[in-house]
């Protein structure tokens, strides 16, 4: 209750514009109950990115299956992704952290390791497999989990964020996504195929 009130109030508010009160007051409870979860705003927005980015990532890892075909798999995992980053949630977040984060730096750090950097780490994990599996050429497999997830957010993602667009189109998310699927695997390909 307390995460989903508090993931509400920032998304709304902003990061400055949230304050232990006013989540307290949403709760219909005392501050002090508040302090007694949660130490700080920071600790507070801390637990609600890592709830949200434990359940994305518990999806994700349901998608990579390293017995499933690479080439389906990577683009089921690249459509979850950017449907992951253009919800209406995740680019209202994605507007708090790039309007606060000079301000407050620690916003841009605690984000940055509980979602894009964990579920790179995750994607990087099966993305190493691949490569040992002689499934891709061998190379450094964060970097390549980077470059996907680029290729991923280049797309829809970005016209929203910049106000290009104003509701993603299913149609061109799933043409985003075979995309950096596509060119991916031509950057990516065995020694052997190219």
């Known amino acids: 209750m307390i995460l989903t009130v508090a993931q509400r109030y920032f998304l709304d508010h902003g990061y400055a514009g949230t304050t232990m009160s006013g989540i307290a007051a949403a709760l219909g409870g005392s501050k002090g109950t508040l302090w007694n979860h949660f130490p700080s705003k920071e600790q507070l927005f801390a637990a609600v990115l890592s709830r949200v ?24 995992a690249c459509l ?21 984060s000079g301000r ?12 894009p950097g964990n579920t790179r780490s995750l994607l990087a994990r099966f993305l190493d497999g691949a490569m040992a599996r002689g499934q891709l050429r061998q ?6 989990a980077r470059a996907l997830m680029a290729l991923c957010t280049a797309g829809s993602h ?6 290009q667009i104003m509701t993603p189109d299913p149609a061109q998310m799933e043409t985003d996504a075979i995309f950096a699927v596509d ?11 190219i």
């Not at 518990?58 to 089921?76: E, H, K, N, V, Y």
């Not at 980053?85 to 994605?94: E, F, G, N, R, W």
């Not at 060119?183 to 195929?193: C, M």
Request: no cysteine; proline share 5%; glycine share 2%.
């Open 53 to 76: 980015a434990r359940a994305y990532q518990a999806q994700l890892s349901q998608i990579l299956d390293p017995g499933d075909d690479l080439a389906a798999t990577l683009q089921r």
């Open 80 to 100: 979850s992704l950017i449907n992951k980053v253009t919800s209406p949630d995740a680019i209202a977040l994605h507007r708090v952290i790039i309007s606060e």
């Open 104 to 115: 407050f730096p620690e916003l841009s750090q605690i984000f940055f390791e509980l979602a």
């Open 139 to 144: 190379a450094d497999a964060r970097d390549a």
């Open 158 to 163: 970005q016209q929203l964020l910049m106000g």
């Open 183 to 193: 060119l991916f695997l031509r950057a990516y390909a065995p020694a052997s195929s």
